[in-house]
């Protein structure tokens, strides 16, 4: 039975240990150009020297108009892969397996990033207090689909062994598969999972044949049922690896199968794992790497991703090794990496 520490071959790449550093940004590293700086390098220099086998950088977007944040890595431009590039090298020079995570925020695009006729999603929607966001034309359709494929190929060109498309977390495409966003009339309504498909075919039609094609997958709109129905066409479709979370709402599905008392965003993962045929990320609320170690032994995932625990103590995995002690994540409310990751009371008690 695999443990924490078992290697795992995708798509003919060794990683060395099945534990993730799942994708979370850095807000306020970067600047409105989108480029890499000098502390985005750190931050994952840091992360990689942790041991982690595989880490997923930051959602980094495909066009400065679906940006969630001022601050946020960009790939829309060739100008982006030089910067990108140097996060790259200093994740394989640690032994590590990266992988990009591409993304347009839709309905969720900051207004500070775009005017607000710009923003668009699936279908007319009430974002309340009488903000409507509009529904996409095809031709904006298009527009993205190209935007996720030159991401891709620019990811590919700065070294990336792969890259993941977030499909999670109440972005663009989880606004196109969830049913109380996407009331459109056409194809993509008829076939809500159609974007996400149109976007694979792109991607895998132009890049090399061992590119891994990732996808953060929401897997609670709007049944367990159907999302393991999407999994699977995803699976045939292409994608290499499943990294589940949440999708447009934060509802537990009713027909969710338990597993123990793992948060429910972490079973969803459970739940698709029994399902399918290709590797399979289970994230969320994974405190110790105990949990995360008890995870894999159990065959209840193939990897165990931990966010907060990681960010507070980068040396998780390295330490739990050796039987040394871990910082543990302070649990603050809100997660300081979401205004300045370096007054993290686990990365000052490090420093000192």
């Not at 966003?181 to 792109?202: F, M, P, Q, S, T």
């Not at 390295?318 to 300081?336: D, F, H, T, V």
């Amino acid at each position: 039975m695999p443990d924490l520490f078992s290697t795992y071959d995708l798509k003919g790449k060794t990683v060395k240990n099945r534990l993730v550093f799942p994708p979370c940004v850095c807000f306020n590293y970067a600047n409105d150009d989108g480029l890499v700086n000098e502390r985005n390098i750190k931050h994952y220099e840091i992360m990689a020297k942790g041991g982690c086998g595989l880490i997923i950088v930051e959602a980094t977007c495909i066009n400065k108009n679906g940006r969630l944040h001022p601050t946020q890595l960009g790939i829309w431009d060739d100008a982006h892969i030089g910067g990108l590039k140097k996060i790259v090298d200093k994740i394989h020079e640690n032994g590590a397996i990266a992988l990009l995570q591409i993304h347009h925020a839709g309905h969720k695009t900051h207004t500070d990033t775009t005017a607000h006729e710009n923003i668009f999603t699936a279908s007319d929607y009430d974002l309340g207090e009488g903000k409507i966001v509009r529904g996409a034309t095809i031709e904006e359709i298009e527009g993205v689909i190209d935007d996720f494929k030159n991401a891709a190929l620019r990811a590919c060109k700065a070294g990336f062994d792969g890259i993941e498309i977030h499909g999670a977390h109440g972005y663009l495409l989880t606004q196109f598969l969830s049913s109380d966003v996407n009331k459109r009339e056409d194809e993509y309504g008829k076939n809500r999972l159609l974007l996400h498909l149109k976007i694979v075919e792109a991607i895998k039609t132009n890049l090399p044949k061992d590119f891994i094609i990732a996808m953060r997958f929401g897997a609670n709109d709007d049944s367990m049922a159907e999302a393991v129905s999407y999994a699977k066409t995803l699976e045939s479709a292409g994608i290499d690896l499943l990294n589940i979370s949440r999708g447009h709402n934060m509802n537990e599905p009713e027909d969710m199968e338990s597993f123990g008392d793992y948060h429910w965003v972490c079973q969803l993962g459970m739940n698709i794992y029994k399902h399918v045929n290709i590797p399979t990320i289970c994230v969320f609320g994974i405190k110790t790497p105990e949990m995360a170690d008890e995870i894999v032994k159990k065959g209840l995932c193939d990897f165990s991703a931990a966010a907060r625990g990681l960010l507070a103590d980068p040396n998780w995995i390295n330490k739990y090794e050796k039987s040394e002690e871990i910082i543990p994540c302070a649990g603050c409310k809100r997660c300081l990496f979401y205004t300045d990751g370096d007054t993290c009371p686990g990365r000052l008690q490090a420093k000192n």
